[in-house]
Nanobody
């Protein structure tokens, strides 16, 4: 059983940056494919970024060059560095640990945009 806890969300100005972290307990993360999802208000959850257990990365097309997903195996965390944030990118960001039989989820961390 993997427990995931996200952190790092908050209020962000357009063009600002945030770094999200997904910390795990109960298992080591480097054996899993790790994913970050976003659910914007009133919209379906969408995949933002992914890193395989072989450390291959993939991003939603609109995010390439602005977001970076990475692992810190020493801390058993997966991070998402987000730069040049846009107002439409606010929402709840959740991480998951995926393997073919099951996908574990965290509770999510909220990013809100400054008005």
């Amino acid at each position: 059983q993997v427990q995931l806890v996200e952190s790092g969300g908050g209020l962000v100005q357009p063009g600002g940056s945030l770094r999200l972290s997904c910390a795990a307990s109960g298992s080591i993360l480097y054996i899993y494919d790790m994913r970050w999802y976003r659910q914007a208000p009133g919209k379906q959850r969408e995949l933002v970024a992914a890193i395989t257990y072989l450390n291959n990365t993939n991003y939603a097309y609109s995010l390439k060059g602005r977001f970076t997903i990475s692992r810190d195996n020493a801390k058993n965390t997966v991070n998402l560095q987000m730069n040049s944030l846009k107002p439409e990118e606010k929402g709840v960001y959740s991480c998951s640990a995926w393997e073919p039989q099951i996908e574990y989820w965290g509770q999510g961390t909220q990013i809100t945009g400054a008005t």
